[in-house]
């Protein structure tokens, strides 16, 4: 399987300021297809996890222009510009290009 | 809106079967994309069993595959879990999730249930 590693695993952000946190994989996420499906997921405490963008950098729609992905290969990147009390959670990062999909251990953001 | 919603035992002896049924929503199964389980527990995090196509055709995590199996009623617009011999490793939350292309994403999760293996 494609193991997915996260880093921080914790990361303590101040309300307004940027936050930013890496997943890479075990190999390259690029398809065949030419496309790189690495997936982003928020999971706020208590609720099921949320995508909040697909194929690197497409954000889902209802997703705040804070959020932005960024990567290729094996080497990805999610940013939030200015954090938001509503930010805090776990962060996935998934990739769907070879089976079986995997999940990165996740990104717990909470305030400082 | 598409939503998706869990149902069954949340309480499960050890080597016996596991069964969750995911009614939808908002969507009708047989129009397309793929159906499918996941659970994320304390030990092994987020961890895709399978998912099947409106089809009928199933894709199962090999580690799981030996113990899995989902299928699809279109007529009920749901589909189901059944993963035998179960232990307490499998104890988690499942959640029934819609994805596209081969499972490559997943757009809408349910609430999720926790099922708990104990005698």
């Known amino acids: 399987d494609v193991v997915m590693t996260q880093s921080p695993l914790s990361l303590p952000v101040t309300l307004g300021q940027p936050a930013s946190f890496s997943c890479r994989s075990s190999?390259?996420?690029?398809?065949?297809?030419?496309?790189?499906?690495l997936n982003w997921f928020q999971q706020r405490p208590g609720q099921s996890p949320r995508r909040l963008i697909y194929?690197?950098?497409n954000r889902d729609s209802g997703v705040p222009d804070r959020f932005s992905g960024s990567g290729s290969g094996t080497d990805f990147t999610l940013k939030i510009t200015r954090v938001e009390a509503e930010d805090v959670g776990l962060y996935y990062c998934m990739q769907g290009t070879h089976w079986p999909p995997t999940f990165g251990q996740g990104t717990k953001v909470e305030m400082k | 809106q598409v939503q998706l919603q869990e149902s069954g035992p949340r309480l499960v002896k050890p080597s016996e079967t596991l069964s969750l049924t995911c009614a939808v929503s908002g969507y009708s199964i047989s129009s397309g994309y793929h159906w499918g389980w996941i659970r994320q527990s304390p030990g092994k995090g987020l961890e895709c069993i399978g998912s099947?196509?409106?089809?009928?055709?199933?894709y199962y995590n090999p580690s799981l595959k030996s113990r899995v199996t989902i299928s699809v009623d279109t007529s009920k617009n749901q589909f189901s879990l059944r993963l035998s011999s179960v232990t307490a490793a499998d104890t988690a939350v499942y959640y029934c999730?819609?994805?596209?292309?081969?499972?490559?994403?997943?757009?809408?999760w349910g609430q999720g249930t926790l099922v708990t293996v104990s005698s």
């Open positions: 099947i196509y409106h089809s009928g055709n199933t």
């Open positions: 999730a819609r994805g596209g292309g081969s499972y490559r994403t997943i757009d809408y």
């Open positions: 190999q390259s996420l690029v398809h065949s297809d030419g496309n790189t499906y």
């Open positions: 194929k690197i950098s």
